[in-house]
């Protein structure tokens, strides 16, 4: 694999910085540079042990939440959370390895759950460290669980969207096809890598997004340009090194441990989730002792596009009870 110190990705910076944040690169274990950008809310300087600070106007630059995609994700899920949120907390957003504007990983071998998650960890060190809420969405979900796992000093809660605990190809569409069908997909990228490179990046982006609402794997009346982005990543994306990344999460579970998670978690799900069925979320929200269950009727896997009001709202108020919790 390429040095990720000599080889990185070379996206422009984030629009949706709006002048309010700063990009750096976080290095992980192996050296890999990993993408980081944070959001500061501006503190009118009467913020106290409230994130909403003083009579509701303020803000708690202490608590900092991290952000952390589905695969083959580069941030297009926040495009709301990110402004909704910024008014509460200190924001984290990283890109994966092989992702985004991360590099590609230093260590082939290094693709797998724990070391996403032991990823997150550093990028945690990297922004100072300090109580912070992780947060989810999709295999996100499962890396929050498992960096918790790793290092649950100073985590006060998690909020887990539209995921499940693990074994994320032997749910997806409630059954294990995507398991089975995965070795052969992978023996074929790897035997002509050209050709599936070829094939993978020139299926047209807004074909994609067609079939992707005929399907009904996202809400009909949500807005084209929200899911775009997540195609024009996807295409841009090495496609072997996303197969085999697909194949290392089906191997991870936290199950094993999620009755000693001992903080708040937020798990919100999707109804018509046809990605993580809602009965992935069920029972990991049962298995967690300090959980709280939000089913979204007629929400899919893209549930913080489709219901911005809703998700953003109950993961505000998770976040104002988590840190009340905490100081008192």
């Not at 340009?225 to 295409?235: G, Q, S, V």
Request: aromatic share 8%; net charge negative.
């Amino acid at each position: 694999m390429t040095s990720s110190r000599t080889k990185s990705r070379s996206k422009p910076p984030d629009p949706s910085l709006k002048g309010a944040a700063r990009e750096s690169f976080a290095y992980a274990a192996d050296g890999t540079r990993l993408y980081v950008r944070e959001r500061a809310p501006v503190d009118d300087g009467r913020a106290e042990d409230h994130p909403r600070g003083a009579e509701g106007s303020g803000v708690h630059t202490q608590l900092t939440t991290i952000l952390s995609d589905g695969i083959c994700c580069d941030g297009y899920i926040w495009k709301y959370l990110w402004d909704d949120l910024s008014e509460l907390t200190r924001l984290c957003h990283w890109n994966y390895r092989g992702h985004g504007r991360s590099a590609v990983p230093n260590d082939g071998a290094r693709i797998d759950i724990p070391t996403h998650a032991d990823d997150l960890n550093h990028v945690r060190r990297h922004v100072g460290d300090g109580p912070v809420v992780l947060i989810g969405h999709s295999m996100g979900c499962a890396v929050a669980l498992e960096a918790y796992h790793q290092r649950p000093d100073d985590v006060l809660g998690l909020v887990l969207l539209c995921g499940s605990s693990g074994h994320l190809t032997h749910t997806f569409h409630g059954n294990d096809w995507l398991a089975r069908v995965l070795p052969g997909v992978i023996r074929f990228a790897e035997s002509r890598p050209g050709l599936s490179r070829g094939l993978w990046s020139r299926i047209p982006v807004k074909t994609s997004l067609t079939l992707a609402f005929a399907a009904g794997e996202v809400d009909k009346a949500l807005a084209p340009d929200d899911l775009l982005p997540y195609f024009e990543h996807a295409a841009d994306m090495d496609f072997l090194l996303f197969l085999r990344m697909l194949e290392a999460t089906g191997g991870y579970s936290a199950d094993a441990f999620l009755a000693t998670v001992d903080v708040p978690v937020l798990v919100i799900a999707g109804e018509a989730d046809k990605f993580t069925p809602r009965r992935s979320a069920e029972e990991m929200a049962k298995a967690l002792p300090r959980a709280e269950l939000v089913m979204l009727p007629g929400a899919t896997h893209v549930a913080p596009l489709e219901q911005r009001e809703v998700v953003g709202g109950r993961i505000a108020k998770f976040l104002e009870a988590t840190w009340a919790r905490s100081r008192a």
